[in-house]
């Protein structure tokens, strides 16, 4: 079973799962509102299959209720200091 998920971004956390969706329309809406919430940098919605680890993908990037292209994240994992 393939689910959404909807994750936000504040100044100071990376919170956890707001919503899980069924449906992505529904989960890039939930997306959307939450992008405008105060103290929310943007939202985030992921993909992933339940019970099938390393299912997970990122979908789409909410700012200020505008959809945002997917962010490069580089797989190099060197700890800056």
């Keep these: 079973m393939e689910v959404f998920a909807v994750h936000t971004?504040?100044?100071d956390e990376l919170?956890?799962?707001e919503i899980v969706c069924s449906e992505l329309e529904e989960a890039e809406g939930h997306a959307a509102v939450l992008s405008q919430?105060?103290?929310v940098l943007a939202a985030a919605v992921t993909r992933f299959a339940v019970n099938q680890s390393g299912s997970r993908s990122g979908v789409s990037?909410?700012?200020a209720g505008r959809k945002q292209a997917v962010p490069?994240?580089?797989d190099c994992r060197t700890i800056q200091s």
Excluded: E, F, N, Q
């Design 9 to 11: 971004v504040r100044a």
């Design 37 to 39: 919430d105060p103290g």
């Design 61 to 63: 990037l909410w700012v």
């Design 15 to 17: 919170r956890p799962t």
């Design 72 to 74: 490069y994240v580089s």
